[in-house]
């Protein structure tokens, strides 16, 4: 009856936000939008609304304003207005010296929009053209996990090789995802598992600053807690990862033991579900037996977060734990 119910399929969750767009290399396809007529008043007024929020960005941006940017580029502006805006305004062409030493308060205004629009495309799995808005040091860390993620997705590949590409793009996310993904106006961890939204749209919506159409866009966004916890977005991948190996594994109740791990003390309710796959799909392991005699995870794991695919501490008796 288990093995039905944790059967072996990966997890597209929506909230991994177009990972499955890295599957290939094949040209992204792009929305086609209808043409503006003196009869589409809608689409007019929604190009002219842009407008006025991009005018607001620039005003931010050109004040120094980073966090009244963040949120215009972020929850106001759609992802293809914010790819226009910064191709008029801050191309690479036009704002970017060739030597990424140099330091001025407009090259660096123009980095950081570049770079909020790269992470904002990334999130939504646009990852061929997220790459050319990348800061040129984060392209290895960038370069790895799409190269990792792609492996999961290849079906091609083996389960096992499939899996290894999900877990090692697991680990890039778990320390690094903050770099690749953030949304910088997005809901900030504060402590014991609490989440603080956005203070400047708290502020703008409950004193009736944001327009009726600033209201509507913002709240369209899908910026969650979820978009901004790496532990969770890493743990995700881990778990489509151990839907590719078999139950009773060593190497199966490791990575959902880890996973678990990184979720215990931000977010004990996704954690109790890694919990619960182990003690279910590995009972017969040392691990699954050692979870079950804890009801939870052990204070402290016999392996590193890199040697958990590999086994290097193996756990193969009793007196491991």
Partial sequence: MFDSFYKKTVF???????????????????????????????????????????????????????????????????????????????????????????????TETAREIRYTLARRLLREGRWAKARQYFPEDLLPTFNAYVSAIQRGYNAKLSDTERARGFWDAAL????????????????????????????????????????????????SRDISRFVNDRRFRAAMLVQNAASLLPNNDDRTARLLCTAGVWLRYRDPKTADSFYKSVVIRCPQTAIGKHCQELRWFPPALEWTDEEAWSGVSEIDSSESF
């Fill in 12 to 106: 597209l969750a929506p909230l991994l936000l177009g990972l499955s767009a890295c599957m290939s290399p094949e040209k992204e396809t792009e929305e086609n939008l209808p043409a503006v007529t003196p009869k589409n008043t809608e689409i007019r007024e929604h190009i002219e609304n842009a407008e006025v929020f991009e005018s607001k960005l620039k005003e931010a941006l050109s004040d120094g304003d980073s966090a009244l940017a963040s949120y215009f580029a972020e929850y106001v502006l759609s992802v293809e207005e914010l790819l226009e805006f910064v191709e008029k305004y801050y191309s690479e062409k036009t704002w970017l010296p060739g030597d990424p030493n140099t330091i001025d308060s407009a």
């Fill in 172 to 219: 890039i996310v778990r320390t690094d995802g903050d770099a690749l993904f953030l949304a910088a106006a997005g809901p900030t961890y504060i402590s014991g598992g609490e989440w603080e939204e956005n203070p400047i749209l708290k502020l703008r919506f409950s004193e009736n600053i944001a327009s009726e159409e600033e209201r509507s866009r913002a709240e």
